[in-house]
């Protein structure tokens, strides 16, 4: 018989959890590639919009873009919607909405800065609107 009670047991999952079991995918290097210094992984929602967007975009002319394009893309709208006006106001918790287009959609998204580790390091999520 177990003494603990149920009420206190803690469950924590950390982001190197999270992206282990997919539930986030990490797109810092097109980040740092757009100009976004922090690390950056985006959820599982965003992601499937990713996917179920590349090859549906709006000007048949141009070429189809694969994933790795359309997480830069998420990224540089990151820095200059979000980043940069906010640059000295970046506050941890908070969500700031931006607008991306996808495939041949337009959708906002958000992204939250948290302190990740141990020494507290900023760390940028983005997500749909509502996820947790």
């Known amino acids: ?16 959890d ?4 997919g539930a986030l995918v990490d797109i810092s290097k097109q980040a740092h590639e757009a100009g976004v210094r922090p690390p950056v992984a985006i959820t599982a ?7 179920d ?3 549906h975009h709006q000007d048949p002319l141009l070429p189809t873009p694969d994933i790795e394009t359309v997480y830069y893309d998420i990224a ?10 906010n640059v000295d106001r970046l506050r941890v ?3 700031y909405a931006f607008p991306v287009i996808i495939g041949a959609a337009e ?20 997500l749909l609107p509502g996820e947790d």
């Open 1 to 16: 018989m177990s003494t603990i009670d149920e009420e206190t047991v803690t469950f924590t999952i950390t982001r190197e």
């Open 18 to 21: 999270l992206l282990k079991v």
């Open 45 to 51: 929602g965003v992601n499937q919009l990713v996917r």
């Open 53 to 55: 967007g590349v090859g």
């Open 76 to 85: 540089w709208m990151l820095l200059l919607n979000v980043l940069r006006p």
């Open 93 to 95: 918790g908070q969500e």
């Open 107 to 126: 959708y906002e998204l958000e992204a939250i800065c948290t302190p990740e580790g141990r020494d507290g390091a900023l760390v940028l999520t983005v």
